[in-house]
């Protein structure tokens, strides 16, 4: 028994040491120069120093859609705080829409895009998707919307 607990801490501890082992550029991590922390002394954030994300539309309507159409849509923002912007994740409410978002840190000033992807395969009539931008703004959160009517090819 002894034997067989000494085996299981030995295996446990090579386990830890392998995914300590990754680098930066596997697990997306950012330097730490990077974050800051816009709370004072008083507890109160200095609202000059916190990133600003600042999109030039939140909502998309890709209009009639047949069945099995795949569609992209780049939704545009801009930094416009003045601090450097990190977008931790950008998720979905469903399978049927993707993201892809920028990995690197967006200086004051600069613009870049979020993809949403929305493949209709599968679905039918009024759909509409909502996608959560977290990043380090105040609030942490931003929403996009996209919206499609699906149907049927002999119906289009």
């Given amino acids: 028994m002894l034997i067989f607990r000494f ?4 295996l446990a501890g090579c386990l830890l040491t392998i995914s ?5 550029e596997e697990t997306g991590d950012l330097p730490a120069d990077v ?3 816009p709370n004072t002394a008083s507890g109160k954030p200095d609202k000059s120093a916190i990133p600003v994300i600042s ?4 909502f998309h309507d890709f209009g009639k859609l ?8 780049s939704f545009k923002f801009k930094n416009t705080g003045k601090n450097l912007l990190v977008i931790s994740s950008v998720t979905s409410t469903c399978g049927c829409t993707i993201t892809d978002f920028p990995r690197q840190p967006i200086k004051p000033g600069e613009s870049n895009t979020i993809d949403v992807s929305f493949d209709s395969e599968g679905r039918r009539g009024l ?13 942490a959160s931003s929403q996009l919307r996209i919206s499609a009517n699906v149907i049927r090819p002999e119906d289009f």
């Fill in 55 to 58: 999109f030039e539309k939140d």
């Fill in 66 to 73: 047949r069945t099995g159409e795949k569609v992209t849509y």
């Fill in 7 to 10: 085996i299981l801490i030995l």
């Fill in 35 to 37: 974050v800051s922390n």
């Fill in 127 to 139: 759909q509409n998707k909502s996608v959560t931008v977290f990043s380090n703004t105040q609030p």
């Fill in 20 to 24: 300590s082992c990754r680098n930066r």
